[in-house]
């Protein structure tokens, strides 16, 4: 069986080439839609026509929206810091006077557990009221560098002093 007298490929929109009567070979474009597959339906049948449809689409990659760019016409008053990013700034200066006398904490990347008993030691010591650590991580994230790793098994967030 030669290349061009094969079938269609049965996958959509696959390209098939058929021999054409010139010297070179057509192009043609088929589109089979076999629907979803049984496994799809199987898996899936106590669903409805639309949650069947939204399941079948989340495997579909979609582009990133851009983000606005926003020209104010006035000036917008500046807001008062709130008070985990004043608990986060204060923090991160002790962190840095602490860097100082230990480089290793200017250069590594701080776990999230050590920076969260640090901060309820601090607040105890200032006699803050400690705020929750999802306020302070969200403030931290704004001032220090912030990533998501795994280390020896385990899914951590770390925290590292930016460089100035």
Not at 59 to 69: I, S, T, V
Not at 106 to 129: T, V
């Amino acid at each position: 069986m030669g290349f061009f007298n094969r079938r269609p490929d049965p996958r959509p929109l696959a390209m098939a080439v058929s021999s054409g009567p010139g010297p070179c070979p057509e192009i043609v474009a088929v589109d089979h839609d076999p629907g979803p597959g049984p496994q799809t339906k199987a898996l899936h049948s106590d669903l409805g026509p639309a949650a069947l449809a939204l399941v079948q689409s989340q495997g579909a990659k979609r582009r990133r929206r851009k983000p606005l760019k926003i020209a104010r016409l006035y000036r917008q008053q500046p807001k008062e810091p709130t008070t985990a990013e004043v608990h986060a700034a204060m923090l991160v200066e002790l962190l840095t006077e602490a860097g100082d006398v230990h480089p290793a904490l200017r250069q590594g990347w701080i776990p999230r557990e050590d920076l969260e008993r640090y901060y309820f030691e601090i607040a105890a010591s200032h006699g803050w009221q400690p705020l929750s650590w999802t306020a302070m991580g969200t403030a931290l994230g704004a001032v220090m560098a912030r990533c998501r790793s795994t280390v020896r098994g385990e899914r951590g967030t770390y925290y590292r002093l930016r460089k100035s």
